[in-house]
């Protein structure tokens, strides 16, 4: 398997343009995360799916920000209107829930800079 | 969710061992002692997991106190690559949400 896949690797858009940010877990897992990378505020958890079903979404900070995940193999990450309060690394992670072993494995991320 | 302290920084000379200290004095019975790293501009990676007893794999050691409230990630030889933020991490297991505080900056002098 290739890993857990993030699309684009970085993005650059202008304040109030939508910014859509995808994830492709490892096949076979069932729950899925969103996570924003800031130095100021780390890594904050967004969202949270288990079998395509959002679960915890406390961590959206807004409703500008939005996910989705249609099925077990795609997620998406939606912003709308962008702010370069915004600019952060995205990452993704998925794990297989029900195992003992509950690794969970992350993406690359999307380095996303609103200006 | 509960808990960890974890010093802001450390540093350890090449090829000597390391050894991460993770408080977390308000565990429950059920939540598991992760740790992950973050090298420069990846995305985090799984390092080590354990409930009770200390654990070894190919990455590291888990060392966990009797009352499970600390534990200790023990690098047995540091090399230039280990150089990361660790992160310790209390799951459990009924809710899989992975929650990071910010960590331990590793440097590894040559």
């Known amino acids: 398997d290739a890993g857990v896949i993030q699309s684009p690797r970085h993005e650059v858009t202008e304040m109030g343009q939508e910014v859509t940010l995808r994830c492709k877990p490892i096949?076979?897992?069932?729950?899925l995360f969103w996570y924003r990378q800031t130095m100021m505020r780390g890594l904050e958890l967004l969202i949270y799916?288990?079998?395509?079903?959002?679960?915890?979404d406390s961590g959206m900070p807004e409703d500008r920000f939005s996910a989705k995940m249609p099925n077990a193999s795609f997620s998406t990450l939606k912003i709308q209107p962008s702010e370069p309060r915004d600019s952060a690394v995205y990452f993704c992670?998925?794990?297989?829930?029900?195992?003992?072993?509950?690794?969970?494995?992350f993406g690359q991320g999307t380095r996303l800079t609103v200006v | 969710d509960a808990k960890t302290t974890q010093p802001n920084s450390m540093e350890s000379n090449e090829e000597e061992p390391v050894h991460l200290p993770c408080n977390h004095s308000?565990?429950?019975?059920?939540?598991?002692i992760h740790w992950y790293r973050q090298l420069p501009s990846q995305g985090p990676e799984y390092v080590i997991h354990?409930?009770?007893s200390n654990v070894n794999n190919r990455m590291a050691s888990l060392a966990i106190a009797e009352d499970r409230k600390s534990s200790t990630l023990i690098l047995h030889r540091a090399t230039l690559r280990d150089a990361a933020v660790y992160y310790c991490?209390?799951?459990?297991?009924?809710?899989?949400?992975?929650?990071f505080g910010p960590g331990t900056s590793l440097s590894v002098i040559p």
């Open positions: 992670a998925s794990t297989f829930t029900g195992s003992l072993n509950t690794e969970a494995f």
């Open positions: 096949s076979g897992h069932n729950s």
């Open positions: 799916f288990n079998n395509n079903v959002p679960i915890d």
């Open positions: 308000t565990i429950s019975g059920t939540d598991y």
């Open positions: 354990g409930l009770t």
């Open positions: 991490i209390l799951r459990e297991t009924s809710y899989d949400k992975v929650i």
